[in-house]
């Protein structure tokens, strides 16, 4: 069945750095949109990063441009984001989505923590 793993979170100081990573299974990787969003409990999840199916085109939400940086190994079947000058205001559970084009929704993974905090 389809499956996403994030992987990468944990507690970094501002401005400090992280790596996160979601691996695949389960479908066709390559044929897929993979998006990055982020949840505040409380607070609706909100969209971070996406990249087409080729990884050669990248989207992402005004707050993250210049520091995050999304990219995938479609050999690996994973799906990277790369962010650098983390803010307090980044802590979040962050989630790997798979989205078939053309469709809505797609496959959702369990999530993994972000904290920035001195």
């Known amino acids: 069945q389809v499956q996403l793993v994030e992987s990468g979170g944990g507690l970094v100081q501002p401005g400090g750095s992280l790596k996160l990573s979601c691996a695949a299974s389960?479908?066709?990787?390559?044929?897929?949109?993979m998006r990055w969003y982020r949840q505040v409990p409380g607070k609706e999840r909100e969209f971070v990063a996406r990249?087409?199916?080729?990884?050669?085109?990248?989207n992402y939400f005004d707050s993250a441009k210049g520091r995050f940086t999304i990219y995938r190994d479609n050999a690996k079947k994973t799906v990277y984001l790369q962010m650098n000058s983390l803010k307090p205001e980044d802590t979040a559970v962050y989630y790997c989505n798979a989205l078939y084009p053309g469709t809505t929704g797609g496959h959702w993974g369990q999530g993994t923590q972000v904290t920035v905090s001195s």
């Open positions: 990249i087409d199916t080729t990884g050669r085109r990248a």
């Open positions: 389960g479908f066709v990787f390559s044929n897929y949109i």
